[in-house]
């Protein structure tokens, strides 16, 4: 097993969704607490180590339809690299990893482990076969991973608001995917996944331009609540961040099913940089 096919196995390149466990580390003014810093980062990785098995056991249950996929047929379980008792193995060793890491940092990370490992086995045995509750229940996941950032830091007050703008966002990205599933996959969709056949494209755009709206509206509730006004630099930030991954779900491009892929557009991380760097220096040098 080389190097690449590790890499794809573990969907290294999806670690970055547990970025939102630093929400609570910045937001909640703890990104010059030594001890805050190191909780959140070994706390992100148990989040990266416990995605990769949960990941694992989905693509091995859903190897053969992956086939059907032009994309996920490449996958090592799919493609044939790995076989499916290899995987599962190396799926219990990372899950174990995650939560023998997780006790060292709290009982209640430990739990909240464990709850986010039986919940990604309810929506792959469940909920992704449901019409809304498979994207409901991977916005859910990523704010559960969100409060996990609060509890690695010891329950530090975090507004509500930031953990709803966690949630839109998520559910955004989950309408992308599947907009961009049903586009590639065309009359075949529901052969590789039941639950694209129930979408349509009219019900996915009208439900992004209303998440779009509640997701901006809350930043900027969030930032009315914080009393610094000037934290109102970083909404523009904001909104051209969402409405060039909604820009790309309306034209159908592939890049909206595959988000990461957005961190290699020059100006999307320059914008995402200016947002970190405004962020920052607002709440810690100027409120």
Same mark, same amino acid.
């Given at each position: 097993?080389?190097? /690449?096919?590790?890499?794809?196995?573990?969907?290294?390149?999806q670690?970055?969704?547990n970025?939102?466990i630093?929400?609570?580390?910045?937001?909640?003014?703890?990104i010059?607490?030594?001890?805050?810093?190191?909780?959140?980062?070994l706390?992100?990785?148990?989040?990266?180590i416990?995605s990769s098995?949960?990941?694992?056991?989905?693509d091995a249950?859903d190897?053969?339809r992956?086939?059907l996929?032009?994309e996920? /047929?490449?996958?090592?379980?799919?493609?044939? /690299?790995?076989?499916?008792?290899?995987?599962l193995? &190396?799926?219990?060793?990372?899950?174990?990893?995650?939560?023998?890491?997780?006790?060292?940092?709290?009982?209640?990370?430990f739990?909240?482990l464990?709850?986010?490992f039986?919940f990604?086995?309810i929506?792959?045995?469940?909920l992704?076969?449901?019409?809304?509750?498979?994207?409901?229940?991977?916005?859910?996941n990523?704010?559960?991973?969100s409060?996990?950032?609060? &509890? &690695?830091?010891?329950?530090?007050?975090?507004?509500?608001?930031?953990?709803?703008?966690?949630?839109?966002l998520?559910?955004?990205?989950?309408l992308?995917?599947?907009?961009?599933?049903?586009?590639?996959?065309?009359?075949?969709?529901?052969?590789?996944?039941?639950?694209?056949?129930?979408?349509?494209?009219?019900?996915?755009?009208?439900?992004?331009?209303?998440?779009?709206?509640?997701?901006?509206?809350s930043y900027?509730?969030?930032?009315?609540?914080?009393?610094? *006004?000037?934290?109102?630099?970083?909404?523009p930030?904001?909104?051209?961040?969402?409405a060039?991954?909604?820009?790309?779900?309306?034209?159908?491009?592939?890049?909206?099913?595959?988000? *990461?892929?957005?961190?290699? *557009? /020059?100006?999307? &991380?320059?914008?995402?940089?200016?947002w970190?760097?405004?962020?920052?220096f607002?709440?810690?040098?100027?409120?």
């Open positions: 097993m080389n190097y /690449k096919t590790v890499f794809d196995l573990l969907r290294i390149s670690w970055y969704k970025f939102v630093f929400i609570p580390l910045t937001f909640g003014m703890k010059i607490d030594t001890h805050a810093i190191y909780a959140s980062i706390g992100f990785i148990c989040l990266c416990l098995s949960y990941y694992i056991i989905n249950f190897a053969k992956d086939i996929h032009p996920k /047929k490449l996958r090592p379980i799919a493609s044939g /690299k790995v076989k499916i008792w290899h995987a193995l &190396v799926a219990v060793l990372m899950l174990s990893a995650a939560l023998l890491v997780s006790l060292y940092i709290s009982a209640v990370f739990l909240i464990v709850m986010l039986i990604s086995q929506y792959n045995f469940c992704k076969k449901i019409l809304f509750a498979d994207i409901l229940a991977i916005a859910t990523f704010s559960v991973k409060i996990a950032g609060i &509890v &690695v830091i010891n329950g530090t007050p975090f507004s509500p608001w930031l953990i709803i703008c966690a949630f839109f998520a559910l955004i990205m989950a992308g995917k599947r907009k961009s599933e049903i586009v590639t996959l065309g009359n075949d969709a529901h052969l590789h996944k039941p639950v694209l056949g129930k979408y349509d494209s009219d019900t996915i755009n009208m439900l992004l331009i209303a998440c779009t709206a509640i997701l901006v509206m900027a509730l969030y930032i009315a609540v914080m009393n610094n *006004e000037l934290l109102l630099i970083t909404l930030f904001v909104i051209y961040g969402v060039k991954y909604v820009n790309y779900v309306n034209k159908n491009a592939p890049i909206a099913g595959r988000p *990461e892929k957005l961190f290699g *557009e /020059k100006d999307f &991380v320059l914008n995402l940089f200016l970190i760097s405004s962020t920052v607002l709440l810690y040098f100027v409120a």
